[in-house]
């Protein structure tokens, strides 16, 4: 009997200690993780950041001063010490981040959540994230000043990372039941293809094969137009080309690949974007040159940003940095500011490759065979037994598709060749424009930046105002890219790059500014093919039309436009409507929506209803004209742009594909425009039963999500901002303003900016989103440049760090 | 009724002790190692350093997150799902605890009775 009772109780306390410490489904480890010794309630507290710490690893002390955002201003004697205290300061208040974000693009969520994350994790490997980020460190090897500093960085973190005991690591661990790891320089280099992946990604090849072969060649040309009469692009229509003496490349004599593809991989967001601009002394009222940057992200907690300052006694840099990349990334110094928006072109292209045999180890090209090379992508899961993928590469890049993935054929596949696997030191022009004096040296700066291209728009002191439209741009034949390519082909590889010097730039335009808003980067007269990457073509038209409207700007100017939510899209089709429109068959219920909407003056405020009717009908709209795209169940297709769209609903309403094809009459736009505001004030009504009246902001809804699905209890809700994904003030539901930047080229330099989150990492940090009330509203924060290492009025904490001797 | 306040007071200097070496079963080995000195008898066995360990983990939390406004708590207590309310989350914290200290007390009755 006594032993059967200590037998049960044995059983039953290991029973006990098994539950509260193993993670079961989404229930955290219980007993481990509330333990208030070593558990979550020891991340329930303040920043802690005053003292002095020793660390191996610096060559002299280090001092950081945080001011009453939580922003560090960095001290340091040299740039080694300077990136190791920026790892250091940036891994106190955003590790999990760091390390989820980079699990993320090498594919190793599965790792730490489990099988969910398997697909994600495989898409990764597919396209070839770990590659690209191999690739980029070789390139950098020959720079050892860079290869020095990334070391620095990584030293930092890690010293941060050494120092933790249980009780601090950082919440999100503690829930998902696992340890960090670490940093390392391949991390910075997978943020950066993290980054590449975001903006340099986007292609339409596969959808439009399918869509030319579906609608023919004649209507593909009417749907998908490289320009527009009215872009305005964003080097001005009248630059001179003549200074380029390199030739576009001509097209071959060849055949397309005119395959069925049924599915694809999920695209980056259309709306990662950005507006910049900068106006010249003279055009300025305080007689500065005068600059601004918001990048357009999905916005999370923690941001994608995180404010820094950071020093030597040669320069002195503050702006934004990206957890786990060195340098400022969109900021100022004492001589210039500057500030990037994805400059996209189609940088991503795949071709058809035809294997010889079952084997898969030889391919077709040319006149004979090329071999591929395996690379086994090993996903570990949490739980679960290890993933084995083999992805085959080809000189063109990885076989995405085949038939382990997508695809049925053991024959054939396709491959992907993505500027993103070129490899290339696009952390050093980041580094360097933080130093940058002038306009020689930001021109400099730049010159070897590779991808995600961006529009480098730059302002100095001096008085200089500029934009270089930069990455590495293949020279492509007139149409090369836009459809599957034939990878056996030679001809059709990519022949060749845009020399540098040739890019799009502009300095000192005559107007006065200069601006990008994603639009297309020049006019039809650039001598080289860029295709229509899904270019904006509101914000850019509304930027350039603000900045033309009078002579002189200031700062309240230059805030107002940031938050203008002015939605020109709406403005150039519902006057139409208006009046074309029947509105003989419209209830009396749907009478009472038409006139909200009819009154409205076009701006997405967040307290109108009119808003929330285009939101709602717009759409619907839009699938009534395309109801032949809908139709196409098993071919991926990518549906005609916003622009386009609206071009022929107001000047060809009679146009063959206005018609719904299942319906036995012969729809025009007019049709369209009763039938889908009947279901959208159906829907409406649907909604307000549901929850109430549909203002914007109640029914637009914008969150900011935890990185971690979205969390609910570490995300905010319904935040008050107005705007949609094309307005200046870009904010949809998740998307938006990732941070807003105004600098004043005054000496020193005034700088405005915020940014939706919270210098915290830490959920329970009151600096975790504090940043996010100010943000809805449109206000901004004075930052403060600290002109030396004196700890002056705003700083309320101070950190040493010295080298342990 | 000595026996239990031994009992009590002994169980927390033990798992306070230990907290600062071992993970969070550290509760588990004070409500053992209590039990196996200072024997108490029937539901008195698992109470005690029940209680004990409730004690010491809500007030442990509760004066930790207090001097910061339970700004996470009230979010733990919302992801857990808890309502939201950080004081239910101090009253869990201290069953898990009291539950682990209590249950392993238990096996160390069992062990001194055998020994005995």
Redesign the interface.
Known sequence: MKYLKLITTLVLTLAVFFVLNTKLGSIPPVGKFLDPVNGVWQNDTGENITGELALDGLTAPVTIHYDEHLIPHIFAENDNDLYFAQGYVTAQHRLWQMEFQTHAAAGRLSEIVGEGAIDYDKRQRRLGMVYGAERALEGMKANTDAMNFLQAYSDGVNAYVNSLDEADIPVEFKLLDYKPEGWSMQKTALLLMYMTKTLASREHDLEYTNALRIFGKENFDKLYPDFFDTTDPVIPKDTDWSFITAEQTAIPASELPLDTIAETLPKPHPNNGSNNWAISAAKSATGNPMLANDPHLTLNLPSIWYVMQLSTPEYSAMGVTLPGALGVISGWNENIAWGVTNATRDLLDWYKIDFKDESRTEYKYGDGYRETTARIEEIKVKGAKTVIDTVLYTHHGPVVYDHNFSGDSELSGYAMKWIGHLGGDCQSPFLNLNRAKNYEDYKNAIKPYVAPAQNFVFASAEGDIALWIQGKFPNKWEGQGKFLMDGSNPDHDWQGFIPQEFNAHTKNPERGFVSSANQHPTDETYPFYVMNDGYDTYRSRVINNFFRSKDKFSKEDFKALQNNTFNLKASELLPYVFEHMDTVELTTEEQEVYDQIRNWDFYNDIDGVAPSIWMNWWPKLYWKVWDEYAAQKDVALDSPFTYRTIEMLTTMPNDEFMDIKETPETETAQDLFVLSFKEAVESLNEWKAENGDYNYQAYKATYVGHLLQGIPAFSRFELPIGGDGNTVNAMSQTHGPSWRMIVELSSPPKALGIYPGGQSGNPGSKYYDNFIDDWAAGKYHSLNFMPSNEANDGIMASQTLTPNN | MKAKLINFIVTIIIALIL??FL??????VAG?VSSLFFSLKKASVFFVPFLAIFFF?SV??YV??S??D????K??A???PLG?NEYL?IF??GV??G??AG??A??G???S??AK
């Open positions: 907290s600062q993970p969070w079963w550290s509760v588990m053992f983990w442990f939390a930790g997150a001097q910061n339970f700004t996470l708590s979010k733990i919302e992801l857990l939201g989350l869990v914290t898990v605890g539950l682990a249950v392993a238990l096996l009755k069992q062990l009775s055998l």
